[in-house]
């Protein structure tokens, strides 16, 4: 395959598995908690075993074009991983009492048959057994395990510390939790994430406030988006041109050579 070719075909395929993940980051710009996932891409010659990344998306580093880079002819550019942004969303007011948010470097912790796991997306519920749950059904878990609201509670209240309160009564704090940034953490069935490395705990999150009757709303921003989106179709239209023009190329070269040794 020319050398040209395979440079151009990189960089598309590239770009393919950006595009999955500017569609779907658009596709959950409404969802409570959403953290919008960014494109590494890793850029290789071929013999070294080295490699340049750049993040495009997100606000993270400015988005990898076609001409940020002299690039030798034998270039080639892969799809490196998905880098979620932890960086907050805007707070919705919803008035449910059981809707909650965090402001700051925290995540509730919740109860998984996989074990535990971590979300912002504080849309509870509380369930047959009177337990609070996530809107998957997982409980909520407090600083002494899953809580529990009374069929007696009344008037549930949620200080900014994490307290919940009913009928006059605290009946349980919930768990908060954070890590060192940048979080080693990643992305888990539904609104879930998961550590990195399975024996990773999280700590205590002291800098963090509860807001309750408020969701925090994905860190999506759909107009930028919509840019990518756009920037990605002319990316990828101009790498199958230069695959057409090498193909040409190589199509004239071998048709040259052949009237030539005739």
Not at 64 to 80: I, Q, V
Not at 81 to 99: I, M, V
């Amino acid at each position: 395959m020319s050398e040209a070719i395979y440079t151009a075909a990189s960089g598309a395929a590239a770009q393919q598995m950006r595009l999955e993940l500017l569609a779907n980051n658009l596709a959950n710009a409404d969802t409570a908690g959403f953290k919008e996932d960014n494109a590494v891409f890793s850029a290789f010659l071929p013999g070294t075993s080295s490699s340049g990344t750049a993040v495009a998306a997100g606000g993270e580093a400015p988005p990898l074009r076609a001409d940020m880079l002299p690039l030798p002819a034998n270039y080639h550019a892969t799809f490196g991983e998905a880098r979620t942004s932890f960086s907050p969303g805007a707070l919705k007011s919803t008035g449910n009492p059981l809707d909650l948010a965090l402001e700051g470097d925290g995540f509730f912790v919740v109860q998984t048959a996989q074990g535990q796991r971590y979300t912002r997306r504080g849309a509870f519920s509380v369930n047959e057994e009177g337990t609070i749950v996530t809107s998957e059904g997982h409980p909520v878990l407090g600083e002494a395990g899953p809580i529990r609201i009374e069929p007696q509670d009344r008037d549930l209240q949620v200080d900014d510390e994490g307290n919940i309160h009913a009928s006059g009564e605290t009946i349980g704090t919930l768990q908060i939790v954070t890590f060192d940034p940048p979080f080693p953490l990643r992305k888990a069935e539904g609104s879930l994430f998961e550590p990195t490395d399975p024996l990773l705990a999280g700590r205590r999150a002291e800098s963090v406030a509860v807001r309750q009757g408020q969701l925090e709303m994905a860190n999506v921003d759909a107009v930028r988006t919509m840019i990518e989106l756009i920037e990605v179709h002319r990316i990828y239209e101009a790498c199958q041109k230069m695959m057409r023009t090498a193909d040409d190329a190589t199509g004239r070269a071998i048709n040259d050579v052949g009237r030539l040794s005739g």
